[in-house]
């Protein structure tokens, strides 16, 4: 999710892959944190206020905040979920239309510099947690953390994140050689962050432990 001020109210931008089963956001850095408008334990509902459709599988939905001062305050890599099931949630919506949300939840904790790096396997919807950490710790002059990030989706137009000229890089399904080129080799002080489908879930969690990534190296969204 990202924040948009307009002279009227915040919106709050949500890409969503339809398919999609989970929810994640971009953190945005406040030097003072105001409280946040979320409840982790119950519903708080949003108005719909903009839905752009991206490709048949994939639209941007953007929501109000409660008031004009209004924060999400959503951490680094923690998430919020609608009531009933989200996909059916969002092919139905209307602008106009209120989404009960609960959060935050998640039990990624970030802290500036707390490893040398980062290795991310993102899958679809899953560039969303990444997104909001490397959004962070660029922001955060003091954070050094390197980022090394492979982002797997079905095509081009699938992708929340777009490349900003014509892709001319690797092609197919994140293999372990993929992994041991362009992510950090398994060391004390790095950790692999994979969100994504199951199915690639599992597959990449297969492949970190045969090149020698232990559990404490790795974090599953």
């Known amino acids: 999710m990202e924040f948009m001020p307009t002279p009227y109210y915040q919106l709050l931008g949500i890409a969503v892959t339809l398919a999609g089963v989970g929810m994640a956001a971009a953190y945005l850095y406040y030097r003072k944190k105001p409280k946040g408008c979320l409840n982790p334990e119950k519903f708080i509902e949003f108005k719909l206020v903009k839905k752009t459709q991206l490709s048949p599988n994939t639209a941007r939905f953007r929501f109000a905040l409660p008031t004009p001062t ?42 500036p510099g707390q490893v040398r790096a980062f ?23 003091k954070d050094k953390t390197n980022l090394h990030l492979i982002y797997a989706c079905v095509s081009l137009e699938e992708m929340s994140l777009k490349p900003p000229t014509a892709w001319n890089g690797g092609t197919g399904f994140i293999t372990k050689e993929m992994i041991q080129t362009h992510c950090p080799a398994p060391a004390p002080d790095i ?31």
């Open 119 to 141: 290795g991310m396997l993102a899958g679809g919807f899953g560039i969303n947690p990444m997104f909001a950490l490397i959004r962070a710790i660029l922001e955060n002059p």
């Open 70 to 111: 209004s924060v999400l305050g959503l951490p680094v890599g923690h998430h919020m979920y609608p009531s009933g099931r989200m996909s059916h949630h969002f092919r139905e919506m209307r602008e106009g239309d209120y989404l009960p949300v609960m959060g935050p939840k998640g039990s990624f904790k970030y802290k």
């Open 191 to 221: 950790q692999i962050l994979r969100c994504g489908p199951p199915a690639m879930n599992k597959a990449m969690e297969a492949h970190l432990n045969a090149l020698g990534y232990t559990s404490d190296m790795q974090f599953e969204f």
